[in-house]
């Protein structure tokens, strides 16, 4: 009987830790899908209007080629430098003292009056210090793709690198929504200069794989109080 509730138990303990493998995921950043987009041709119908401008099939012959239309292409120079620091101090002191006598009472001797007398004192004091520093850099070159152009002209960009050495694959993600006046000659621009911006970078592989915890071991880190 106790054999056949030890093994109960474990397997029960099995199936709880496959659950929580299962529910426990990686974070993950909301980067814009697709990653890349292909321009349609437009079914331009001939305006009869007899005149050589036509708004539709427009693009400047005089000027720096800028991004602008779904499925160009826009070099992002990302260089995200976060830090904060964040310092606090609290001190609380609170002391009392109170004290009493009789200095006279009927049918009582001095020397027994010398030892009527009462007395207290409290002290309570906190002191407390945090401190918190965050700093954070991440820099890289990645090219996305046009993948969407808002009512107002600003892009919404979107692209995606895989780089694969021996069996490990590194992936950078990027998103975000670009100002066309922002971008510079050569269709570059700068992270920061990017609203919006959704950057994920992670590993794909044995590497990866070996730095994440096991699902066995997870699984305690949920359940356990401490």
């Known amino acids: 009987m106790k054999l056949f509730s030890m ?9 709880m830790a496959g659950l929580s493998g299962c529910m426990v995921t990686a974070p993950t950043v909301d980067v814009v899908e697709p990653t ?4 349609v041709a437009a079914d331009l119908t001939p305006a009869n209007n007899g005149a050589i401008f036509q708004a539709q099939s427009y693009r400047p012959l005089y000027e720096t080629y ?7 292409i826009v070099t992002v120079t990302i260089s995200e430098n976060i830090s904060a620091k964040q310092e606090t101090t609290s001190k609380v002191a609170k002391s009392g003292s109170v004290s ?5 009472l009927p049918y009582a001797k001095a020397d027994q009056l010398a030892k009527l007398g009462i007395g207290g004192k409290s002290d309570n004091a906190f002191n407390g210090t945090g401190s918190t520093v965050s ?3 991440f820099s ?3 090219t996305c793709t046009v993948v969407e152009v808002l009512p107002n002209g600003h892009l919404i960009i979107s692209g995606e690198k895989q780089i694969g050495v021996a069996k490990n694959v590194d992936i950078l993600k990027f998103s ?5 006046m922002t971008i510079q000659p050569g269709n570059t621009v700068a992270s920061t200069q990017v609203a919006n911006v959704r950057i994920e970078q992670k590993g794909r592989g044995a590497q990866s794989d070996a730095q994440g915890i096991g ?8 359940v356990l109080p401490f």
């Open 7 to 15: 093994s109960r138990l474990i397997g029960l303990a099995l199936a």
């Open 66 to 72: 800028r991004a602008r239309m779904v499925g160009d």
């Open 140 to 142: 890289g070159v990645i």
């Open 135 to 137: 700093s954070n850099n």
């Open 176 to 180: 975000g929504q670009v100002d066309p």
């Open 215 to 222: 699902w066995l071991a997870r699984f305690f880190l949920n």
């Open 100 to 104: 009493g006598s009789i200095s006279a």
């Open 36 to 39: 890349q987009a292909r321009p």
